[in-house]
T-cell receptor, first 112, second 116 residues
Framework: DARVTQTPRHKVTEMGQEVTMRCQPI?????VFWYRQTMMQGLELLAYFRNRAPLDDSGMPKDRFSAEMPDATLATLKIQPSEPRDSAVYFC??????????FGPGTRLTVT | AQTVTQSQPEMSVQEAETVTLSCTYDTSESNYYLFWYKQPPSRQMILVIR??????QNATENRFSVNFQKAAKSFSLKISDSQLGDTAMYFCAYDAGGTSYGKLTFGQGTILTVHP
């Protein structure tokens, strides 16, 4: 049963701390996406990778967010320093054929 | 920029009945892809159905079907024989395809409640 996995599922941290979220895409998928979901903004694309190369990170605040894909089985999203406005659910998705994306269960981040 | 609009913030339906969720989009592209995703209370985003703009035939997946009107830029989702497990937020999404394929633009979502 192939699925996208994300860790941690929940994270509570204090303002100013570093947060790292991890994603394992579905084996064989060559595209990985990071989304953020909030009540106010809905679902926003932060960044995405194809064949581990960053293609677009225009949706990401560059001063505090960074996304990497050190190998084909791991994508990371880091926030440093974190702020209360970063509180959201962060989804990773991986892309298979037919332009379909399969989402992970999300990481619920709360920054106090 | 492409935009996706879901004009129904909330909908409700009785179990076993049929409901239609609306979605319109704005694009200057001729070939693109449209999707409906479901997000139940568990928060998991689940792909429901996909439509390629170059195909005239409406996509169908079991109880889910779409009414794709390319000229009107409309892409509605019909759920037949609604079940309690269909209760969820439904998102319409657009992908321009081409070199930027994968960049989904989502609508605001429609909360669907199925009543017993």
């Amino acid at each position: 049963d192939a699925r996208v996995t994300q860790t941690p599922r929940h994270k509570v941290t204090e303002m100013g701390q570093e947060v790292t979220m991890r994603c394992q895409p579905i084996l064989g998928h060559n595209t990985v996406f990071w989304y953020r979901q909030t009540m106010m903004q809905g679902l926003e694309l932060l960044a995405y990778f194809r064949n581990r190369a960053p293609l677009d990170d225009s949706g990401m605040p560059k001063d505090r967010f960074s996304a990497e894909m050190p190998d084909a089985t791991l994508a990371t999203l880091k926030i440093q320093p974190s702020e209360p406005r970063d509180s959201a659910v962060y989804f990773c998705a991986s892309g298979g054929s037919f332009y379909e994306q399969y989402f992970g269960p999300g990481t619920r981040l709360t920054v106090t | 920029a492409q935009t996706v609009t879901q004009s129904q913030p909330e909908m409700s339906v009785q179990e076993a009945e049929t409901v239609t969720l609306s979605c319109t989009y704005d694009t200057s592209e001729s070939n693109y892809y449209l999707f409906w995703y479901k997000q139940p209370p568990s928060r998991q985003m689940i792909l429901v159905i996909r439509q390629e703009a170059y195909k005239q035939q409406n996509a169908t997946e079991n109880r889910f079907s779409v009414n794709f009107q390319k000229a009107a830029k409309s892409f509605s989702l019909k759920i037949s024989d609604s079940q309690l497990g269909d209760t969820a937020m439904y998102f319409c999404a657009y992908d321009a395809g081409g070199t930027s394929y994968g960049k989904l633009t989502f609508g605001q979502g429609t909360i669907l409640t199925v009543h017993p």
